[in-house]
């Protein structure tokens, strides 16, 4: 069974750093492209960043400069360093695998809060 696991959610004051972690389990096809979605509360969910599996990356314009998205191949995992949070990063962060020609995998999220 594929399994994808967010992990490095918490609690943050305006200004601190987190690193979030999405580790891949039980993968047995290349993964394609991967990404970083987030869902506050009473909001859609929305794409925060991506990065394909040759390590190019994109990111929406409220968080570049401050998050960072990155991969690891080898082990199924990517990474989402996040620096000086803000209170509107606030939000449920999810990770997201993609597989070619078959529907994607979702983790099952993990809490972030900035607050003071």
């Known amino acids: 069974q594929v399994n994808f696991v967010e992990s490095g959610g918490g609690w943050v004051q305006p200004g601190g750093s987190l690193r979030l972690s999405c580790a891949g389990t039980?993968?047995?096809?290349?993964?394609?492209?991967m990404a970083w979605y987030r869902q506050a509360p009473g909001k859609q969910r929305e794409l925060v960043a991506t990065?394909?599996?040759?390590?190019?990356?994109k990111y929406i314009d409220s968080v570049k400069g401050r998050f960072t998205i990155s991969r690891d191949n080898t082990k199924n995992t990517m990474y989402l360093q996040m620096n000086n949070l803000r209170p509107e990063d606030t939000a449920a962060y999810f990770c997201?695998?993609?597989?070619?020609?078959?529907?994607?995998?979702w983790g099952q999220g993990t809490q972030v809060t900035v607050s003071s």
């Open positions: 997201y695998a993609e597989r070619y020609g078959s529907p994607g995998y």
């Open positions: 990065v394909t599996r040759a390590g190019i990356t």
């Open positions: 039980g993968v047995s096809f290349t993964i394609e492209d």
